[in-house]
């Protein structure tokens, strides 16, 4: 968003020079001892739902994992789309806590490898998740062999992955650069590249959506689904961004860098996207319905019936109706621990969306949440937790040499 609030450095005439820092800006040995913890979480999550999950290729695995991974993928790719955006918008507000997005960005890089479980069996021919690798069992998708085939699936993949993760690599890096010198130079510079760069991962991140999740039902599709995705991973991200920055000020980071300005700006985007969610999502549900498209409406019918129903509700009232006036006031977006509950909040039922996604192609009779789909969800949060800190060892918390650093340290709502 562009940055239209005011900071106290505006009266001297827009000076930058940011005051003196007096917080702690590295974290501790004890801080990442929590990223061996969550790895260990990680791994034993993820171990135990394969157990359970009937093997690695086993169909509740399959598709518990995909639930978990959508949703870990969405925390990282709206960390990439929002870094980018501060840059294309040369915004000033949030440089305290944009080296806290571009570590969760990193995040698609652990993400590119954890997508190998989903993608053997597509190089196998195995339908066990994407049932139009085996095209002589569904009717009537003869006409989509053009798209949906394991060799342009499987490059499709590739593109995607290595395109987030140089993003993410690219605005880390040059971040780094400018505590080395490049000021004014190397901040137009980026701004120049993220229009540009803002374009493909539209369109990556719309086509990634619909190949890991729309194809799972392949005679369904929707022209809105890309966006869709994409508003869930801008509230994902803005929950984790507030948690993060919680996190580091109990442990003595940026006490004072980070105030209740920026938490404010923060809630705000939560707020926002969780009106936007509801927009799309019922825009979606309202076009299908009125077109009365078998091929279209047996998607919908498949979540409005037996306790689907009911889970349709629940997804209804749970993701917009309660948080939507839950956050409306101002002074809840100012408050910490109120903040950090609907951060929390919104979390877990954005992977509650997932698993509405994805789950009603595997239990068509009802709603069938167990353990496999907890493991797999704890366990990828876990790995994406210890590798995000991980990326933290030995970096600065803040950008310190971005020029516009003051305006945000000053920073004020109005």
Not at 82 to 98: D, F, G, M, P, Y
Not at 145 to 169: D, E
Not at 194 to 199: E, G
């Amino acid at each position: 968003m562009a940055d239209q609030h005011h900071s106290k450095s505006d009266s001297h005439g827009g000076h930058d020079a940011a005051p003196k820092l007096t917080d702690s800006i590295r974290l501790s040995g004890a801080d990442l001892s929590l990223s061996k913890t969550a790895f260990a979480v990680g791994v034993v999550g993820i171990g135990g739902a394969i157990a359970l999950g009937g093997g690695l290729f086993g169909k509740q695995f399959q598709h518990s994992y995909l639930t978990a991974f959508m949703w870990a993928l969405s925390i990282t790719l709206g960390a990439l789309f929002w870094v980018t955006l501060q840059h294309l918008v040369n915004a000033r507000w949030s440089i305290v806590v944009r080296r806290l997005g571009e570590f969760l960005a990193q995040g698609v890089v652990l993400l590119a490898l954890l997508a190998i479980p989903l993608l053997i069996p597509v190089l196998q021919h195995n339908d066990t998740l994407f049932r139009w690798l085996n095209h002589d069992t569904i009717h009537g998708i003869s006409s989509k062999t053009a798209y949906l085939n394991p060799s342009f699936f499987l490059g499709r993949m590739v593109f995607y992955f290595a395109y987030f993760a140089l993003m993410a690599t690219f605005w880390l890096k040059k971040s780094r650069e400018q505590e080395k010198g490049g000021g004014e130079e190397l901040t137009r510079s980026l701004q120049g590249k993220a229009a540009p760069a803002m374009i493909v991962f539209a369109l990556s991140v719309t086509f990634c959506a619909i190949d890991f999740l729309m194809t799972l039902d392949p005679m369904w599709f929707s022209t809105i689904f890309g966006v869709y995705y994409f508003s869930t991973c801008v509230l994902t991200f803005h929950s984790v961004l507030a948690l993060f920055a919680m996190w580091l000020q109990k442990k003595g980071h940026l006490t004072s860098a980070i105030t209740t300005e920026h938490y404010h700006d923060i809630g705000k985007m939560m707020f926002a996207f969780t009106a936007f969610w509801t927009y799309i999502g019922f825009s979606q549900f309202m076009l299908i319905w009125y077109a009365n498209i078998p091929e279209e409406t047996a998607w919908f019918r498949d979540r409005l019936e037996g306790n689907w129903l009911s889970a349709t509700l629940v997804l209804a009232a749970a993701h917009f109706v309660i948080p939507f006036f839950g956050m409306m006031s101002r002074e809840i977006k100012r408050n910490k621990t109120t903040l950090g509950f609907w951060a929390v909040w919104i979390l877990v039922i954005c992977w509650f969306d997932m698993y509405w996604l994805v789950a009603p192609n595997l239990h068509k009779g009802g709603m069938a949440i167990g353990l496999v789909d907890i493991l797999a969800w704890v366990g990828v949060a876990g790995l994406l937790l210890g590798f995000v800190l991980s990326k933290a060892k030995d970096t600065n918390l803040i950008p310190t040499g971005d020029p516009r650093l003051g305006r945000s340290l000053t920073f004020q709502n109005i």
